[in-house]
């Protein structure tokens, strides 16, 4: 018997919170073992964007971090991970990962992710970027983590807002290793994709 895939998923204060929603949803429905941790400013575009309050989102993950508690199971490479997202990724926390200065859980079990070799993807929502963004990307690229600005595809058609967030998110979760049915390959026919609502 296989073992379940153990995930981190860190939601910073960057808009597009919905993203870092819809990935909790999906790991949940894929059965993915789910370590969430909310940054204090998430809290506050969580009800901006959505109307939803970081505890609403608790019933979906397995456990739950104060992102204060630096001295959480995710703060030592001893706690076994199959890798981490942080979706969406402010420039702030990006800051802080690139530069290995972790101030809090989010940042820090990131930084265990890069020193123990595991998958980190981030997904970094700003926009337009100047140079000292770029150089933060790639100083975070060069320490091992996946760049991925969820750019929707629009070759798959969207008909709706979550098929589009869907697309983007599924294909976060295949780049990490977890295979699933919730975007649109290209060539793929629409009719293929999941289409259970979560």
């Keep these: 018997m296989s ?21 909790l949803h999906l790991l949940h429905a ?16 969580l009800s901006q964007e959505l ?3 970081a505890e609403d989102l608790y019933a979906k993950a397995d456990k739950v971090y104060n992102p204060d508690d630096l001295s959480a199971p995710l703060a030592s490479g001893s706690f076994h991970t199959d890798g981490m997202l942080v979706a969406p990724c402010s420039i702030n926390t990006l800051s802080g990962i ?22 980190l993807l981030l997904a970094v929502r700003e926009t337009p970027l100047h140079v000292g963004h770029l150089r933060l990307m790639s100083l975070a690229s060069q320490a091992g983590a996946i760049i991925f ?5 629009f070759y798959s058609k969207p008909q709706s807002l979550e098929q ?4 983007t998110v599924g294909r976060m979760l295949a780049r990490l290793g977890i295979l699933n049915d919730f975007y649109q390959a290209w060539g ?11």
Excluded: F, M
């Design 51 to 53: 109307g939803l309050r």
């Design 3 to 23: 073992k379940k895939k153990r995930i981190i998923l860190g939601i910073s204060g960057a808009s597009g919170a919905i993203y870092g929603v819809r990935t």
């Design 149 to 153: 600005p969820p750019i929707p595809a």
């Design 98 to 119: 690139a530069n290995s200065y972790a101030e809090n859980l989010l940042q820090r079990a990131a930084d265990v992710c890069l020193k123990e070799g595991h998958p």
């Design 30 to 45: 894929l059965g993915v073992e789910t370590h969430l941790v909310i940054s204090r400013s998430a809290h506050t575009i």
């Design 164 to 167: 589009l967030v869907d697309q």
């Design 188 to 198: 793929e026919d629409q009719a293929n994709l999941d289409t259970r609502l979560i």
